[in-house]
């Protein structure tokens, strides 16, 4: 039952994008009374933010788009008061919050006028604004940071107007890896400019990270690691070129994308308690310090402790700003329930690849000293001999002690997302390996394997956590095939295969898997054997083989060929 004997309650909304209008619109439902007022200092409201590489990339020609309904109404202050039943004021923006009278003095800034507002429940979802570092030339004309409708066509407007031909991406986080994607099918020559050793630092393991970074430079992206940005140049005004530690990059437009700080200073002002990292700190229920101020979105501290890490997490994504915005109107209608947390599940597409993570990586795994397994899985997402059929891998991660999921990054040509999905579902629900590995997935060709992808990846981790596979993580081989003479390495593949395509390595011999059992004495028992194929499973195979036939030193190459980074990548810090 909803508390809608709150007639007349007045709820003012700050911040009109994600989870301001998700709240705002989810009040008129719960309680059709309530005087709702939602301010915002742009001048538009409700749109997807999320969408904007694809407008630049041009799979549709209006922005405007962005913030319509299905049906092409525009969410704007007219409908929003209409069909929502909310008043909205754009251009309005929040300045202070006076906690003791429950007003907000707020400005439109057309007319500069100044008025006070008042709230018997006040939302904070101002959101998060991106770091511009302060750089020589970050103001020059043609550099952008991609966060609103206007920087976007200002953006499309200049690449064609101006024939821009070169771009600069500083950071190469998801909004960076899509920004790539989208300039380069818009026809630019796109380098990626990235301080730290990888793409996606805050997102993968590194050896998944070299398979995306291997995709790049398939399709004509540069991406340069470790480098520093140093400077913009500019002539007459615009960008001409970015300076980093190592060289000066020719550039007529540039993307900065170096992550997002919260909006949290009007909560700060008004003394709620904030993170000293930034963002408001909010309860289960989104409740500020002050419990009839709400908060959610890119401007909180979620209000959780990631289950595994057991720290506070800050997600700026719009699929956990607007499950906030439910949780908030829930309580202020007297429904109770609270947001059960995030673990970080983010997915994105870069070129053919859909690439996803949930949970904990392994590298942040052992910054925290947790005692995991991982493993990595790669094949087809559904059977060979579909015609969609494509690549996939995926890596686990899982907490030895209890064999329960902690982590799964996806990588795929195929439908990665639905993996992703299943795992993110699995850590929410706190299931073992072996659970995963039995759920009930629907299978039919178009769609998976009789065994989805998922549950063979949890079978593996299974093999290997029980002893049974003794697997060698694509990193770690690729650093022990840079480093170590005395390997042998052991191709199992077909002879056609090995045609096709075969390592050029004094090191290495190829027996069929079909011939492995009869040849056993051409292989040394004194020397390390990395049993190989194309995703792994001939490789295990081999391994079973050899073990059967009194080899102890033996693994296999996890995902095969398929995930084995390039070689030279292993012998870097990581
Ligand atoms: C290019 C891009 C791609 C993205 N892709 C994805 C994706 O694929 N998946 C995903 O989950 N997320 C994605 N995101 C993130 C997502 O857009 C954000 O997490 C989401 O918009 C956050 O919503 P919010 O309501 O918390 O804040 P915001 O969207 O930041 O909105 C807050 C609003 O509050 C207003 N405001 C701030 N202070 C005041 C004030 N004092 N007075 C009045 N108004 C104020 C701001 O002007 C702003 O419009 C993407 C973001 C970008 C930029």
Redesign the pocket.
């Known amino acids: 039952m909803t508390n809608q004997s709150n007639e007349g309650l007045r709820v003012l909304v700050?911040?009109?994008?994600?989870?301001?209008p998700k709240t705002a619109s989810r009040i008129k439902r719960l309680m059709p009374k309530a005087e709702v007022t939602m301010?915002?200092?742009?001048g538009v409201v409700s749109y997807?933010?999320?969408g904007?590489?694809y407008f630049v990339e041009g799979l549709f020609s209006d922005v405007a788009m962005l913030s319509q309904t299905p049906v092409g109404v525009t969410r704007d202050p007219v409908f929003f008061e209409s069909v929502k039943r909310f008043r909205t004021l754009v251009r309005?923006?929040?300045?202070k919050i006076d906690r003791d009278t429950k007003k907000v003095r707020?400005r439109f800034l057309e007319s500069g006028r100044e008025e006070d507002l008042s709230y018997d429940k006040l939302v904070l979802?101002?959101?998060?604004r991106?770091v511009k570092p302060p750089l020589p030339g970050i103001d020059l004309e043609n550099v952008t940071c991609?966060?609103h409708l206007e920087e976007a066509s200002k953006l499309v407007d200049a690449v064609e107007r101006q024939g821009l031909k070169k771009a600069v991406l500083i950071g190469a986080g998801?909004?960076g890896m899509?920004?790539a994607e989208a300039l380069c099918k818009r026809g630019l020559e796109v380098t990626v400019v990235e301080m730290l050793d990888q793409v996606l630092p805050q997102f993968l393991d590194r050896d998944m990270a070299l398979l995306v970074e291997k995709h790049l430079a398939e399709k004509g992206v540069k991406v340069l690691l470790g480098q520093r940005v140093l400077a913009l140049d500019g002539d007459q005004g615009r960008v001409r070129a970015v300076r980093t530690d190592r060289e000066t990059l020719a550039a007529d437009v540039v993307v900065v994308a170096v992550g997002v700080r919260p909006?949290d200073e009007?909560a700060r002002e008004a003394g709620l308690a904030c993170s000293p990292k930034g963002g408001i700190i909010v309860n289960g229920y989104c409740q500020t310090s002050d419990t009839d101020i709400y908060s959610?979105?890119?401007?909180v501290v979620n209000p959780y402790i990631h289950p595994i890490t057991g720290a506070p997490i800050y997600v700026?994504?719009?699929?956990?700003?607007n499950k906030h915005g439910r949780v908030i109107a829930n309580h202020i209608a007297g429904l109770l329930s609270p947001f059960p947390g995030v673990t970080g599940t983010?997915v994105?597409k870069i070129f053919d690849y859909t690439v996803g993570r949930t949970g904990i990586t392994e590298k942040l795994a052992e910054q925290l000293n947790l005692d995991i397994e991982a493993g990595v899985w790669a094949g087809n997402d559904i059977p060979h001999y579909m015609p969609q059929s494509g690549p996939m891998v995926i890596k686990l991660v899982a907490s030895r002690r209890y064999r329960k999921l902690l982590g799964a990054q996806v990588l795929a040509v195929g439908d990665g997302a639905k993996r992703l999905d299943v795992a993110a579902s699995a850590i929410f629900f706190d299931a073992t390996l072996d659970q995963i590995g039995y759920i009930d997935l629907g299978y039919a060709p178009p769609f998976s394997t009789p065994i989805d992808p998922i549950a063979t990846a949890a079978h593996v981790l299974l093999n290997k956590m029980n002893g049974i596979a003794h697997g060698i993580l694509p990193f770690e081989a690729r650093r022990r095939m840079d480093s170590d003479k005395d390997l042998v390495l052991l191709d199992v593949r077909t002879p056609k295969e090995y045609q096709e395509m075969h390592l050029e390595d004094e090191r290495l011999v190829h027996i069929p898997l079909g011939q492995l059992e009869k040849r056993v004495g051409e292989l040394p028992r004194d020397r390390d054997i990395l049993s190989f194929c194309k995703i792994g499973l001939r490789g295990y195979e081999a391994q079973c083989i050899l073990n059967a036939a009194g080899f102890d030193r033996v693994r296999f190459v996890e995902g095969g060929f398929l995930a084995l980074p390039p070689k030279g990548s292993g012998g870097l810090t990581g």
Not at 39 to 42: A, H, R, S, W
Not at 316 to 321: A, E, M, Q, R
């Open positions: 700050v911040g009109g994008v994600a989870c301001g301010v915002e200092k742009e997807g933010a999320c904007l590489p309005c923006q929040a300045l707020v979802a101002m959101g998060a991106p991609m966060r998801y909004i899509e920004m909006n009007l959610g979105g890119d401007c700026p994504l719009g699929s956990v700003s983010g994105c």
